[in-house]
């Protein structure tokens, strides 16, 4: 990639114009990262970019933005400019084409302010991003409170570069990001969106959570964390403290490599323990009885309220319905083990119940029993090709209804239970159910 962003860079030097690899490219290389794309700078004007790549498209001519694509590789040119005020809090109301010591002031953060020469690799530096790249420092270009006036989804992605990179915010930007919290109701839910789901996912994903929850950011995501904290839990069973503690420790605990349903999963896996707190006279101890069912509603509200995929939903809703059922698995009978475990989001659920008891109580059986069950179940498939068909119902002579599904399951419970293995025991077994 980085060869063909130089050979594109090179175009528009060749035919005069001043051209820097522009922000994130230039971060991300300078701390030893591999650019996921490369941003040009240039002070060729949008028609002078699309004179030089005549297929180009002009997604952002009205900003300065050109997209070409060279070798099939997308890349935004823009044309160095100032910006003009901004009314809706996301976007400027014109646009000025400028120098690069302008467009840099324009910029959101120090770090995402830096320029390097696509040829040379000489850096440009016009905000002191250079110093704060070394001392992992976070700051606003310029007056902070305005970056954030301008664009206030750059209060989120604040707390994304934070907890991404692992660098301190700087305490005036840090303040601004506390002061101006609100305007986050300016952006759009699937901007949010987005930026909270890349936080979540980053390996530093539990200071994400505590940066957005501090930063009262959180009122405008999932306000229903903030009932977590000093939601009391059970001492026997839960020694590191409140529900909130419990959750970050969990998301601190999760690989590196998670999906956004895991981290959300884990997030929300608690979530209705503050609804749901009683507390039991007679047996000395807080309950939550109905925490995971009641979470799984909560959960469903929550994330179709931020607009996430159906998908999504489905499956976050699931491992945090199922993620009490783990203490139950050694008193289940092998066909429902099966089934619990054939289930799509099993694997996920695996990892959130590890961190569940890791976090808490350290109880390992009910993991490490399922774990052996995999290994147990490995040589054939989980739930097999059924021995019986409605088909075969028919040609028995009932007709179809709700017998069908219950004869149906019946028979895959026995085989699953490896107590019938041909089609022919399997029918017999239907003959007399049905004769019963």
């Avoid at 909560?298 to 939903?313: G, Q």
Wanted: net charge negative.
């Amino acid at each position: 990639m980085k060869t063909t962003a130089v050979a594109t860079a090179q175009r528009l030097i060749d035919a005069g114009h001043t051209t820097y690899f522009a922000g994130g490219c230039v971060r991300d290389a300078l701390l030893g990262n591999e650019p996921k794309d490369y941003d040009i700078a240039t002070s060729a004007t949008p028609d002078e970019v699309q004179a030089l790549f005549p297929k180009s498209d002009a997604i952002g001519a009205h900003f300065g933005v050109i997209l070409v694509k060279e070798n099939k590789i997308p890349f935004e040119i823009a044309t160095f400019r100032h910006d003009g005020s901004y009314k809706d809090g996301r976007h400027p109301e014109s646009v000025t084409f400028s120098s690069p010591e302008e467009d840099a002031q324009r910029r959101d953060f120090t770090v995402n302010g830096l320029f390097q020469h696509p040829v040379t690799e000489e850096v440009i530096d016009h905000v002191g991003g250079l110093a704060d790249l070394k001392s992992k420092t976070l700051r606003a270009i310029g007056n902070a409170a305005d970056r954030f006036q301008e664009d206030a989804l750059r209060l989120m992605r604040a707390v994304r570069f934070a907890t991404v990179l692992d660098f301190e915010i700087e305490a005036s930007t840090w303040q601004a990001v506390q002061d101006h919290a609100g305007l986050l109701e300016q952006i759009s839910t699937e901007r949010v969106r987005d930026e909270f789901t890349r936080t979540l996912v980053a390996p530093g994903r539990a200071r994400g959570l505590d940066l957005l929850t501090e930063s009262g950011l959180m009122r405008f995501i999932v306000p229903e964390v903030y009932a977590l904290i000093g939601c009391e839990q059970p001492p026997q069973w839960h020694p590191e403290g409140d529900v909130y503690t419990h959750t970050r420790i969990m998301l601190d605990m999760l690989g590196g490599d998670v999906t956004p349903e895991l981290a959300l999963a884990v997030l929300l896996h608690d979530i209705a323990k503050p609804p749901t707190y009683t507390y039991d006279e007679e047996a000395d101890r807080i309950r939550f009885n109905g925490h995971d069912r009641v979470g799984a509603e909560m959960a469903d509200v929550i994330l179709r309220r931020m607009k996430y995929s159906n998908k999504t939903i489905e499956d976050v809703c699931a491992m945090v319905r199922n993620h009490m059922n783990f203490m139950n698995v050694m008193d289940m009978r092998t066909a429902k083990v099966k089934r619990f475990m054939a289930r799509p989001t099993f694997e996920q659920e695996m990892e959130l119940h590890r961190v569940d008891c890791a976090s808490s109580n350290g109880l390992t059986e009910n993991y490490d029993f399922l774990r052996e069950k995999e290994k147990e179940f490995a040589a054939e498939p989980l739930i097999p090709t059924p021995l019986v068909t409605g088909k075969d119902l028919i040609d028995m002579g009932l007709k179809p209804g709700p017998v069908f599904k219950k004869i149906l399951t019946q028979v895959q419970t026995e085989q699953l239970e490896g107590h019938l293995s041909t089609r022919e025991d399997a029918l017999d077994f239907v003959r007399k159910t049905i004769e019963v």
